[in-house]
């Protein structure tokens, strides 16, 4: 019997924080872009940028996760598949986030050509969104692992998302100055409001598996509130995600402490998606709960056999 | 022709051969079984308990997850109903086995592919039975047609009452198991 997920494991959890926070902070500075909201360009162009690599992170740690690295265009080959859908929107999402930073950076000659660049925003973002919301989906294929399911995921995550993009533009205004913008005021009020949006989903998601859902998902939740994930859900997802930066919303508006507000919620954001990752318990089969022994320990197990032999063969040889 | 596996729960008694016979078979290491047998119970109040065995082979289910997750094509449904991976095409990116709800699938981190039971298809192309079938001396496990009405599993299925492992999930397994 499954006590945590363990499948895919911090790889898969650091993609689907990266590829969201990217996606996110890119099509916060793109919207911003596209309704002329004032923004200094040493932001928007800092921040897009950040989007992109962070994402291209993503996909990078996504590479690492798969066992045969050398094979991953084939991920491409087959549109039926969720993974492949996911695949391409990163991919296209790349591509397109890359020629907008371009367009903020002096070096290229088309630099400041602001309709082509609010265009290739605005492509952006519908990618980036897509990019945010496919992994619900994805996670909700797993038919026996009823903790995740597909259409409660898909708002919370996307409110998750939403939530650490506007932390990593806050984050990104606090470092480049930009901080005193009229549009980081307003984001910061409506970081506040996803903040607390984000407390509701939650509590609401897993009060919903507590009660309806089968049994593995009432055990993902057992795991997450009192078993090997609580260190992570209460003081990473809870106190760090959310407890911490509605009480420094008390502390003022200094750049200093929209600097730190950020990272306390990007800490959570990344909390939030290791821990539901772990949380996914498959349906326990006839007997799985007399597994005593995780695979981890019948290695070290085995690794002391081998050792013990080792010992005995040396002892009989005379050495 | 849809190949389809019916287990006799009532006649294994957990000797673990149909386990060992398929990590010969296929060349397995020591530490990966596509065939276990995992022990149920014991169950009850002391002195009246009871226990059985649960093999647990590849359902190859109608509706299989793993083949409509895989994002490469490796994982393929047969025409005759099994499923197979292709290990030239796998990527070892897991998403099988995460979907897959009775966690049949194994990585070979060596190859850095996923691998399952595949039925013994060769064997059966040949006119032979499933290496575990042929090794269970109890005659616990049958293979056969499912389509064929006449078929020794189609038999057992009417006459046992035997039925899948968890048809709630909607992935309609080939492998049916008669309960004690």
Not at chain 1, 71 to 76: A, S
């Amino acid at each position: 019997m499954e006590d945590k997920q363990a499948i895919w494991g911090r790889l898969a959890a650091g993609y689907f924080f990266c590829a969201a926070l990217g996606a996110m902070v890119f099509a916060v500075i793109a919207f911003l872009d596209i309704i002329s909201s004032p923004l200094d360009g040493k932001a928007s162009g800092t921040g897009s940028f950040l989007g992109l690599a962070v994402a291209g992170l993503g996909g990078l740690l996504l590479l690492a996760e798969l066992g045969n690295k050398k094979r991953f265009l084939l991920v491409f080959s087959r549109m039926q598949s969720i993974m492949t859908k996911g695949a391409l929107f990163l991919a296209c999402f790349i591509v397109l986030a890359a020629i907008y930073t371009s367009f903020w950076f002096d070096i290229f000659p088309w630099a400041g050509a602001n309709a082509g660049r609010r265009v290739i925003g605005f492509l952006g973002i519908i990618f980036a969104v897509a990019l945010v919301m496919y992994p619900g989906l994805e996670l909700g294929e797993a038919r026996g692992r009823s903790f995740w399911n597909g259409s409660a995921l898909v708002p919370l995550w996307l409110t998750a998302a939403l939530t650490s993009g506007l932390a990593g533009v806050i984050l990104v205004a606090a470092v480049t100055g930009a901080s005193i913008a009229p549009a980081i005021a307003l984001l910061d009020k409506i970081l506040l409001a996803l903040i607390v949006t984000k407390v509701i989903l939650i509590a609401a998601y897993i009060m919903g598996m507590r009660r309806a859902a089968p049994e593995e998902a009432r055990r993902s939740v057992a795991t997450l509130l009192s078993g090997s994930l609580k260190n992570i859900f209460w003081w990473g997802i809870v106190v760090c995600g959310h407890i911490i930066p509605c009480f420094l919303y008390f502390g003022g508006s200094g750049a200093g402490i929209l600097a730190i507000k950020s990272l306390f919620v990007l800490a959570g954001e990344a909390c939030l998606r290791a821990a539901f990752l772990q949380a996914g318990v498959r349906v326990s089969l006839p007997g799985e709960d007399n597994e005593w022994y995780q695979e981890e320990e019948i290695a070290v197990l085995a690794a002391r056999l081998e050792q013990t032999w080792q010992e005995r063969a040396a002892w009989l040889n005379g050495k | 022709m849809h190949w389809g596996m019916v287990i006799d729960l009532r006649r294994c008694v957990g000797c673990h051969a149909c386990t060992v016979a398929c990590q010969i078979e296929n060349n397995l290491p020591l530490g990966e079984t596509w065939n276990k047998v995992l022990t149920v119970g014991p169950e009850g109040d002391f002195p009246l308990l009871v226990s059985h065995f649960f093999p647990r082979p590849c359902m190859h289910c109608e509706d299989a997850p793993c083949v409509d997750g895989c994002p490469t094509g490796a994982s393929q449904k047969r025409p005759d109903g099994i499923i197979i991976v292709d290990g030239e095409r796998c990527i070892g990116c897991k998403f099988c086995m995460l979907v897959c709800p009775y966690g049949v699938r194994q990585f070979e981190a060596d190859k850095g592919i996923v691998q399952k039971c595949h039925l013994c298809y060769e064997r059966l192309e040949q006119g032979e039975m499933p290496r575990c079938v042929e090794t269970c001396q109890l005659k616990a496990r049958h293979v056969g047609d499912l389509d064929d009405p006449g078929s020794e599993v189609a038999a057992l299925l009417k006459q046992a009452n035997a039925r899948p492992l968890y048809p709630h999930l909607g992935t309609k397994p080939s492998v049916y198991y008669i309960f004690p």
